[in-house]
């Protein structure tokens, strides 16, 4: 990995997560599912060294799960996320850790700001929440565009009991 | 004229009675039973402070110096494999000035040391160094002996329950007619045994009888979860591969299948069996190739008749607050009246293909914790419950589902259909006998 490459690059890979974010944040989510590659994944482990397949997660999603999870918040009646929550994911420490013309590394910080709010004096609605992240995306790029590879979301909060995760982080 | 004792004797038992009515016009459940303050605190002596619960797996505590640490109601307490091999539960709490020994929830260790002053403690909680002992009067350790040791604890199949009270069943009596499904579940890993792995743990703002409730109501699933019923069987476009298609949850549910049972003891199941031809071991479904390996190794072990009856979909209720479920151990922690916690632990099969545990575990994920398409719905549900019933109105809730087709055999035990309100019956008067019985059990 060349610096030029990185400088030239740099700017590209910004503009794809906050467009990611702000995706999510519009709810625009079969925009968001068509980010990813056919075999991406969206991953929110208790250990990133864990094994997926054998270990237990927060949450980890083929491209089947994810349609399936937008799928239900689109049709419903998701009661979890009815009223929906509000979030702003704010996307920031950016660091394309390595790679090449197809494929690169890249770790941000996120901070997600949730709100939920309905008849907020009632149990479970009138809440704030903030999910902080550390985020490392495998990103593949094809005609001068990139997808989602992979997209693993590690939570600060992943040792404590976990709070209706039902929005995309 | 009648004594005061006596008169407040008869305000106690009203303060406790009550809450369960079961008469003529069907069973009913006071809307206080889950809001107030001083009958929580009352289930909290009576029930997890006196009576057998769960406190953790074998699994969790294999090699000598391994231990947990673990919650009977309000008193923290830790379960450590001793240097014999043995399982101690200990009080967690220094002998001298009372501060928590074990902040970590699991670790392994050769004492226990406070931080406070540094006295130790060993693995079985014996007392083995007051340091600077010589400004304490003579015999002081021996006085103390160490940490108060929890006066019961036995293990059943991996699971490990105990008991505060000074005098309580034997655990194999408290578990009675329970055993045999609890042995069911168990007999679900061919290898002979589960390892439980690292919980999803969530909360919600309600009581913590909501979620006993719910888990074995099979009244609610068609409704509740229908988004994630429905969610589920989408497929991807341009999936056709029928070898994986996956179940119609929200068809299967719409139907009346399977049973439920109640027990005197307040436990419970509810069970729901499968297709016989469906590639299925509970809820979850298996490559053809994969479910073969995996049924026929039940076949070998427990002969077809009982291998069969190993593939329902069951959900077995140990009261007061664990249950035994498809693929996981599930227990409920009340906090206090308006807020649970649930920890839901992937158990896994041992002597399987890695596959068949890579299956069970994703189908828990996806339908269950914090991520869930189908469990955060019911959290929802409770979080209402407990709003509505903030200022006691409905006063009385309704239980009296499938009360006339219920058949209760001499011995106590109620079979009722798969959505029948039977478990919830056995637990509410089990409920009762207990938290609103004149004096103290144990």
Known sequence: MTSEWVTTQRIAIEQFLYREARLLDERRLDEWLGLFTDDGVYWIPFDPKDDPLADPSILYDDSELRFQRVCRLQHGPAYSQMPPSTTLHVVTNIEILGGDESSCEVSTALVVHEVRAGDHRQHGLGYQHVWPARCTYMLRRAEEKFMIDKKTVLLASRALPVPNLTFIL | ?442
């Open chain 2, 1 to 442: 004229m009648i004594d005061e004792a006596t008169a407040l004797q008869g305000l106690a038992m009203d303060q406790w009675s009550g809450h369960v009515r079961e008469e003529e016009a069907g069973f009913f459940v006071a809307a206080s039973a889950y809001t107030d303050s001083a009958l929580y605190a009352r289930e909290m002596e009576q029930i997890f402070e006196t009576l057998w619960v769960y406190v953790g797996h074998e699994s969790e505590v294999r090699h000598p110096g391994e231990y947990v640490t673990a919650w009977m109601g309000r008193q923290p307490i830790i379960v450590a494999r001793t240097k014999d091999g043995e399982l101690a539960g200990l009080v967690n709490a220094c002998r001298h000035r009372g501060t928590v020994l074990c902040r970590d929830g699991s670790g392994s260790t050769n004492a226990f040391r406070c931080p406070y002053h540094g006295w130790t403690y060993a693995l079985d909680g014996r007392l083995i160094g007051i340091t600077d002992r010589k400004q304490y009067p003579d015999g002081l350790a021996q006085q103390l002996g160490g940490l108060l040791r929890v006066p019961h604890l036995e293990s059943y199949r991996g699971l490990v329950f105990a008991a505060l009270g000074s005098s309580v069943p034997s655990l194999d009596a408290y578990l009675g007619p329970i055993r045999a499904h609890i042995d069911l579940w168990a007999d679900g890993s061919p290898g002979g045994e589960y390892v439980l792995r690292r919980p999803h743990r969530f909360r919600y703002p309600g009581n913590w009888k909501y979620q006993v409730e719910n888990t074995v109501d099979g009244y609610h699933p068609r409704f509740v979860h229908e988004s994630g019923f429905k969610a589920l069987s989408q497929r991807l476009v341009g999936e056709s591969d029928d070898e994986h298609a996956p179940r119609d949850l929200s068809t299967e549910f719409a139907t009346e299948h399977g049973l439920t049972r109640g027990f005197s003891g307040g436990h419970s199941t509810l069970e729901r069996p499968p297709g016989p031809d469906e590639p299925v071991v509970g809820l979850a479904r298996f490559a053809p190739e994969v479910f073969e390996r995996y049924s026929g190794q039940l076949i070998d072990r427990h002969g077809a008749e009982r291998a069969n009856n190993l593939r329902v979909n069951r959900h077995v209720f140990i009261f007061p607050n664990v249950f035994l479920m498809d693929v996981n151990v599930r227990v409920v922690h009340p906090l206090a009246p308006d807020l649970t916690e649930v920890n839901s632990y992937f158990a896994e099969a041992s002597g399987v293909d890695a596959e068949v545990n890579s299956e069970r575990l994703l189908d828990l994920q996806k339908r269950l914790g914090s991520t869930g398409l189908v469990g955060p719905d019911d959290m929802e549900v409770f979080a209402r419950n407990q709003t509505a019933l903030a200022a006691g109105r409905p006063e009385w809730l309704v239980f009296s589902r499938g009360i006339e087709a219920e058949i209760v055999d001499p011995l106590g035990e109620a079979v009722g259909t798969y959505s029948s309100e039977t478990p919830q019956r056995a637990f509410w008067r089990r409920w009762s006998e207990i938290v609103e019985a004149e004096g103290r059990e144990g």
